[in-house]
């Protein structure tokens, strides 16, 4: 008699991810992949249904996502208005005035960190998961005639630093969709303020950094990353329509009116710039007395 699975442990030695990835791999992500494979056989639909099903799960963080862009999108005229007014050498002062608007409208610029962070669990088990997907070997889909491992469209003899001896296509996908979607969030989160220097180049690097991170991994995780970026921009452009901006502004002028109570967080923040401030202030000072001496 062959031992059983719960003998075996085969579950415990097949690496899902540590902790709360190996929990999501384990009561979500394989049991809907077990539950669409009793209805068809071709994987790449496969894929496909269980992208559109996380997407749909994360929908509402996807919203609550764009509701927060949009909120410190509306607001970039008060923005600019606090730029022209106090100048740029006054960098505290100015993110002072800044976080006290955001104060009085009910706006935290962490609010629409929060929902992506909130998705990171689920991205980074599917990470484990399709490496470690036994089903997924020998199985086609499209131009990949293996979803376990890369789907090379260019080889060559030599090895090349960081790319190796391939280009896989849907990492190209991949890549190509995620410049993309970074052009589109950062046009949607451009709020007036002034951004650090190169870090928009920085925004449009990480997509090429995993082009060389994922170009060896199975074809079946770079088409699952590729398809969950575009459902995403496709519903950040649905969003886009739905949402009405005049009322998102309408709301937020309201809650001026409105009193408000800091949350710890705001009011530990408002107390650091202030000591900021402070020293900065003193150290002008005493170089002013140095210079007069």
């Known amino acids: 008699e062959l031992p059983t699975d719960s003998k075996l442990k085969l579950n415990q030695i097949i690496p899902l991810g540590w902790a709360i ?11 809907m992949f077990n539950l669409f494979s009793q209805f068809m ?8 249904l269980m992208t559109i099903a996380i997407k749909l799960v994360l929908s509402p963080l996807t919203y609550k996502s764009y509701i927060s862009s949009a909120k410190m999108r509306v607001l970039k005229p008060e923005i600019y208005e606090i ?7 006054k960098a ?14 009910g706006v935290s610029p962490l609010s629409g960190c929060l929902p992506s962070l909130l998705q990171m669990p689920i991205l980074i088990a599917l990470f484990n998961f399709f490496p ?3 089903e997924l070997r020998q199985q ?23 790319i190796g001896t391939h280009i896989s296509l849907f990492c190209i996908l991949m890549t190509i969709t995620n410049i993309i979607y970074t052009k589109f969030n950062m046009e949607m989160t451009n709020t007036g303020q002034q951004q650090m220097p190169g ?30 970026l575009l459902i995403t921009i496709l519903l ?7 949402i009405n901006e005049e009322k998102v502004l309408a709301k937020l002028e309201a809650n001026k009116a409105k009193p408000k109570k800091k949350s710890g967080f705001m009011a530990r923040l408002a107390e650091a710039q202030r000591i900021q401030q402070q020293q900065l202030n003193e150290r002008n000072k005493s170089n002013s007395t140095k210079k007069k001496r």
């Not at 950040?236 to 739905?242: G, L, M």
């Open 132 to 134: 470690a997907s036994i």
């Open 140 to 162: 086609s889909f499209l131009w990949a005639t293996d979803l376990s491992t890369y789907d090379a469209i260019f080889e060559w003899k030599n090895h090349i630093p960081l």
């Open 236 to 242: 950040t452009i649905a969003f886009r329509y739905i």
């Open 199 to 228: 870090m928009k180049w920085m925004m449009y690097l990480m997509p090429l950094i995993f082009l060389f991170m994922l170009n060896d991994y199975p074809s079946g995780l770079t088409y699952y990353y590729f398809l969950s």
């Open 41 to 48: 056989s071709n994987f790449g639909l496969i894929i496909l």
């Open 83 to 89: 730029n022209a007014r106090i100048p740029a050498e």
């Open 21 to 31: 990835f190996g929990w999501v791999n384990r009561y979500a992500i394989i049991p």
């Open 92 to 105: 505290a002062e100015r993110q002072k005035a800044t976080m006290e608007l955001y104060g009085k409208v």
